[in-house]
């Protein structure tokens, strides 16, 4: 028997929904993925199945009654196939601050314990002030399943009467009403990777669900559309796994002869995925073709198979990590099919997005949404590293350049530049 490999633990099931919220909309192009600089003009992992086909893309499944959509770029408005929220005029189209110079901010985020809420809050820190604004306050619950407080933690943010209110709610449907008191009272409010399903703020995030089919599609064309495949879900009833299911149903629906033999959960805890995947194959000796997944599990996944004697099968591996990565990297026959996660450039993009927003260049829409990147055999060795240890969960990062460069950011406001 192998030794069971060890990873750092969250101590809350809170704690697991941090994790997860890094994913939701951690950030996505819709019939093809968006092509990485880092990895060049190549043909995306879900472009290659014909149209009704297992391993293909459901195509025509914007949620944009009102077709505001029209005036985008295709390449942009390809990237909201599947989004699940419903795409409005923003409130703050026609809103300019008084002020032209001496803002002021409050952010209202999460506790720091995932890596990548860490590194996203840095830079939205770290860019409020390089563009002059003056944090006037800042708060996060102490526990990411504290969501009483976090809504309480807001009116607070509301009461300092700051400028612009950038926020990154644990649960976005209460954070509904929060939106429209912070327009009521003429602050703008932006949704930071998290979106909020309203005019009222504006979300700067990725399509999840797209991004999580664009995986399951490569990794189910990876054995030929046919097979056993293990589910392996995040925390049920929260959004973002509402979310990643609705990328792998969307996938599964054109695949008859994909059989799923099991779900566990894993709470999007590497450690316990990897327990729970360990049980099923106690049970399933004859293990699967492939596993699907609602994202940041695979190196628990991946280590479950080798700790049972069992060959890795295709995992879909949606917010992609080191360790994963530069393992598939060193082995070259294996299928990979991943998304990067850049968290930097996330804030830097939340802190550009707010103070366009106080400059009058005027939101088109209230969700602005950005391709992932999906990184397969024919990018990866563009993006990892083999020097990287195999059970690294440092979030993959990828090109910076690749997530809301400033020319594609412009295409969301009336007045860039102004």
């Not at 703050?92 to 002021?104: H, N, P, Q, V």
């Not at 809050?121 to 969501?147: C, H, M, Q, W, Y």
């Not at 664009?214 to 056993?228: D, E, H, M, S, W």
């Not at 599964?252 to 002869?257: D, F, H, I, Q």
Request: hydrophobic share 40%; proline share 9%; aromatic share 6%.
């Amino acid at each position: 028997m192998k030794k069971m490999t060890s990873f750092p633990r969250f101590a809350t099931v809170g704690a697991a929904i941090l994790g997860a919220s890094a994913l939701v909309l951690t950030g996505c192009s819709a019939s093809a993925p968006a092509a990485p600089s880092s990895g060049g003009s190549t043909p995306g992992p879900a472009t290659s199945a014909a149209a009704g086909t297992c391993g293909s893309l459901p195509t025509g499944t914007v949620n944009d009654p009102n077709g505001l959509l029209a005036g985008f770029p295709k390449e942009i408005a390809a990237g909201y196939n599947l989004y699940p929220y419903e795409i409005r005029k923003s409130a703050w189209a026609g809103y300019k601050s008084k002020k032209t110079d001496g803002f002021t901010a409050a952010i209202v985020g999460m506790p720091p314990a995932s890596p990548f809420i860490a590194s996203m809050s840095a830079a939205i820190r770290t860019s409020l002030k390089a563009g002059g604004v003056k944090i006037v306050g800042e708060f996060a619950p102490d526990d990411p399943s504290n969501v009483p407080l976090q809504l309480q933690q807001f009116n607070e943010a509301l009461s300092l009467k700051p400028d612009v209110i950038i926020y990154t709610p644990i649960a976005p449907e209460p954070s509904v009403g929060l939106a429209k008191a912070a327009f009521e009272a003429g602050i703008p409010l932006v949704a930071a990777q998290v979106p909020i399903d309203s005019e009222y703020a504006v979300s700067v995030t990725r399509n999840t669900p797209l991004a999580i089919a664009q995986v399951t599609a490569g990794t189910l064309r990876a054995i030929g559309g046919k097979g056993n495949v293990l589910r392996v879900d995040g925390i049920p009833g929260i959004p973002v796994s509402t979310f990643a299911s609705l990328g792998i149903d969307a996938v599964l629906k054109n695949c008859p002869e994909i059989k799923v033999t099991g779900s566990v959960t894993g709470f999007f805890q590497p450690a316990t995925a990897q327990a729970e995947v360990q049980k099923f194959l106690a049970t399933n000796p004859a293990g699967v073709d492939a596993v699907l997944q609602a994202g940041t599990m695979g190196v628990g996944i991946r280590n479950a198979f080798e700790e049972s004697g069992m060959d890795v099968p295709p995992i879909a591996d949606d917010g992609s990590s080191r360790g994963f990565s530069s393992w598939a990297l060193a082995k070259p026959d294996y299928p990979f099919f991943g998304t990067t996660t850049p968290s930097v450039r996330t804030g830097e993009a939340v802190a550009d997005v707010a103070l366009r927003i106080l400059k009058g260049q005027g939101p088109k829409i209230n969700q602005i949404v950005e391709p992932s990147v999906i990184v397969s055999r024919e990018n990866l060795a563009k993006l990892a590293d083999p020097s990287w240890d195999h059970n690294d969960l440092t979030d993959l990062a990828g090109n910076p350049e690749d997530y809301l460069p400033a020319d594609r950011l412009n295409k969301f406001f009336s007045s860039p530049g102004a």
